[in-house]
């Protein structure tokens, strides 16, 4: 394994992927997830899932459930967290409010923290004075006497506590963006415990971090931004610090920050759309890498046996929708005809074509399904290229019929009459005969056969769509499936 991925001898490989219940998985946090999932598996590592929750304003209800499924979807699992039994933990981070002040104390023991007294409305005048003037937000504190401070605050005023920022530069190493980091001065002292004793994210990810021994911390570029306070609290409480991989963001076509502006951005949104999980997987490590013999389409084993970290663009990516629902088309035509029919089913039950339960209702189906898999990018799209095998002529323009043309549609509806076109040779067999019968050929005699029996002008080949047709027919499918020769009567009739 590249040194970039994995650690030396000796180092078993810990990660995390630590998403916040907030709203639904979206699919930069999903590339997020992804990336230490193969990095994990590919090193022999673990990972652990973790519920950033403590922001409890923000918490959506069900959200968290939510994202599990989206990952286990997408083919992630994990090692410890949530759902596995027998994790050590931490899973969630509200659990660990009692650790987190521990660690708290310890910062405001060594003096590397401290309280602060101060008035919300100043805070708010000096952060719009920062903004206004470009410059980042440090608050100064006041200078008390630590011991005043804890009295204070035993008696019950307020205070938020703040970490005392080094004076000398910060710097560490990333790994796509080698060293970086803060000169000196340009952190200032952030608040690591509010008034009401709840962590901050800053203290909170640290704490949890080091105490689930994570190895290597890989998320999104923007929390890039953050990384030197936490490097200088490691360095405080005299911790190892992980190394750190911050990823390039998803950007929309128009190269902004991905966003519901530029259509589904949700795990969630493409699963109801009908992308597979495994194309969803397979296209999001792609952005930014590329596997080394350039063959495009992988399953999970092939992801995990090529993905090298170090191999990762460190510039931006743009989302290609187009890109991702040719992979889905790919992955869809790798699936079994009883793995089609089962992904699709929950589709076709939406558009009021439930797939059936009996052996040969499903048999037909699954050829069915393998004829039109080809034509469709989506699940989702199934449905509309299957309606052929449904369409009813009654209702629908016909084109117009006569001489040897409606000849040619007699001499088919009595060959579909007499099971002639029931298999794929049969048909071929009548159609050369009833062309040498009315010297009709290619498209003068197919394309109006297709349009009365379909009512489309293009679609599947009629060679197997006819005899799906015809077995359709003498089964008890629902909706009911119209035989070829009704349906040529009908236009024959309305001479």
Same mark, same amino acid.
């Given at each position: 394994?590249?040194?970039?991925?994995?650690?030396?001898?000796?180092?078993?490989?810990?990660?995390?992927?630590?998403?916040?219940?907030?709203?639904?998985?979206?699919?930069?946090?999903?590339?997020?997830?992804?990336?230490?999932?193969?990095?994990?598996?590919?090193?022999?590592?673990?990972?652990?899932?973790?519920?950033?929750?403590?922001?409890?304003?923000?918490?959506?209800?069900?959200?968290?459930?939510?994202?599990?499924?989206?990952?286990?979807?997408?083919?992630?699992?994990?090692?410890?967290?949530?759902?596995?039994?027998?994790?050590?933990?931490?899973?969630?981070?509200?659990?660990?409010?009692?650790?987190?002040?521990?660690?708290?104390?310890?910062?405001?023991?060594?003096?590397?923290?401290?309280?602060?007294?101060?008035?919300?409305?100043?805070?708010?005048?000096?952060?719009?004075?920062?903004?206004?003037?470009?410059?980042?937000?440090?608050?100064?504190?006041?200078?008390?006497?630590?011991?005043?401070?804890?009295?204070?605050?035993?008696?019950?005023?307020?205070?938020?506590?703040?970490?005392?920022?080094?004076?000398?530069?910060?710097?560490?190493?990333?790994?796509?963006?080698?060293?970086?980091?803060?000169?000196?001065?340009?952190?200032?002292?952030?608040?690591?415990?509010?008034?009401?004793?709840?962590?901050?994210?800053?203290?909170?990810?640290?704490?949890?971090?080091?105490?689930?021994?994570?190895?290597?911390?890989?998320?999104?570029?923007?929390?890039?931004?953050?990384?030197?306070?936490?490097?200088?609290?490691?360095?405080?409480?005299?911790?190892?610090?992980?190394?750190?991989?911050?990823?390039?963001?998803?950007?929309?076509?128009?190269?902004?920050?991905?966003?519901?502006?530029?259509?589904?951005?949700?795990?969630?949104?493409?699963?109801?759309?009908?992308?597979?999980?495994?194309?969803?997987?397979?296209?999001?490590?792609?952005?930014?890498?590329?596997?080394?013999?350039?063959?495009?389409?992988?399953?999970?084993?092939?992801?995990?046996?090529?993905?090298?970290?170090?191999?990762?663009?460190?510039?931006?990516?743009?989302?290609?929708?187009?890109?991702?629902?040719?992979?889905?088309?790919?992955?869809?035509?790798?699936?079994?005809?009883?793995?089609?029919?089962?992904?699709?089913?929950?589709?076709?039950?939406?558009?009021?074509?439930?797939?059936?339960?009996?052996?040969?209702?499903?048999?037909?189906?699954?050829?069915?399904?393998?004829?039109?898999?080809?034509?469709?990018?989506?699940?989702?799209?199934?449905?509309?290229?299957?309606?052929?095998?449904?369409?009813?002529?009654?209702?629908?323009? *016909?084109? &117009?019929?006569?001489?040897?043309?409606?000849?040619?549609?007699? /001499?088919? +509806?009595? $060959?579909? =009459? !007499?099971?002639?076109?029931?298999?794929?040779?049969?048909?071929?067999?009548?159609?050369?005969?009833?062309?040498?019968?009315?010297?009709?050929?290619?498209?003068?005699?197919?394309?109006?056969?297709?349009?009365?029996?379909?009512?489309?002008?293009?679609?599947?080949?009629?060679?197997?769509?006819?005899?799906?047709?015809?077995?359709?027919? *003498?089964? &008890?499918?629902?909706?009911?499936?119209?035989?070829?020769?009704? /349906?040529? +009567?009908? $236009?024959? =009739? !309305?001479?």
């Amino acid at each position: 394994m590249a040194p970039a991925q994995c650690g030396g001898t000796g180092v078993t490989e810990r990660l995390r992927f630590a998403p916040s219940p907030t709203g639904k998985l979206h699919l930069g946090n999903a590339r997020t997830a992804l990336v230490n999932w193969l990095v994990a598996r590919g090193c022999g590592g673990s990972l652990n899932l973790r519920v950033e929750d403590t922001d409890e304003n923000r918490n959506v209800e069900g959200a968290e459930q939510r994202i599990f499924e989206d990952l286990r979807w997408l083919g992630i699992d994990w090692d410890e967290g949530p759902d596995v039994g027998g994790g050590r933990g931490p899973y969630r981070q509200s659990d660990r409010r009692l650790r987190h002040q521990e660690v708290v104390a310890e910062l405001l023991a060594s003096g590397a923290g401290y309280y602060c007294f101060e008035d919300v409305g100043d805070v708010r005048v000096a952060r719009t004075a920062a903004s206004e003037t470009g410059q980042p937000f440090e608050w100064p504190g006041r200078a008390i006497d630590p011991q005043d401070a804890r009295a204070r605050v035993a008696a019950g005023e307020p205070a938020v506590v703040r970490f005392r920022a080094p004076s000398d530069p910060v710097r560490f190493l990333d790994g796509l963006r080698g060293e970086t980091g803060v000169a000196a001065g340009q952190i200032g002292d952030f608040v690591i415990a509010r008034a009401d004793r709840s962590p901050t994210y800053q203290l909170a990810v640290v704490a949890d971090d080091h105490d689930m021994a994570v190895t290597h911390v890989i998320r999104g570029q923007d929390h890039l931004s953050n990384t030197p306070g936490q490097v200088a609290l490691y360095s405080a409480l005299g911790w190892e610090v992980p190394r750190f991989t911050h990823l390039p963001l998803v950007l929309g076509e128009d190269r902004s920050r991905l966003s519901k502006r530029h259509g589904a951005t949700s795990v969630a949104a493409m699963r109801e759309r009908g992308v597979l999980g495994e194309a969803l997987a397979n296209y999001l490590v792609l952005l930014g890498w590329a596997p080394p013999d350039d063959d495009e389409v992988l399953d999970a084993s092939a992801m995990i046996g090529a993905f090298d970290l170090a191999g990762l663009s460190p510039t931006n990516v743009v989302f290609d929708q187009d890109k991702l629902e040719w992979l889905s088309q790919q992955h869809m035509q790798r699936l079994s005809p009883d793995a089609l029919c089962t992904r699709a089913a929950p589709f076709f039950e939406e558009a009021g074509t439930p797939l059936g339960a009996g052996p040969d209702e499903l048999a037909w189906w699954q050829e069915a399904l393998q004829l039109f898999a080809p034509a469709a990018h989506r699940l989702e799209e199934l449905p509309a290229h299957a309606a052929p095998l449904f369409w009813e002529p009654a209702d629908s323009p *016909r084109p &117009a019929i006569d001489g040897d043309l409606a000849g040619a549609m007699g /001499r088919f +509806a009595a $060959a579909a =009459a !007499a099971g002639e076109l029931d298999t794929e040779d049969g048909f071929r067999n009548a159609a050369r005969a009833i062309g040498k019968a009315t010297g009709l050929r290619g498209r003068g005699l197919f394309h109006p056969l297709r349009e009365l029996i379909t009512g489309q002008d293009m679609g599947a080949e009629l060679a197997r769509l006819i005899p799906l047709i015809q077995a359709g027919s *003498r089964l &008890a499918v629902r909706p009911a499936v119209l035989s070829v020769e009704a /349906r040529l +009567a009908v $236009a024959l =009739a !309305a001479r």
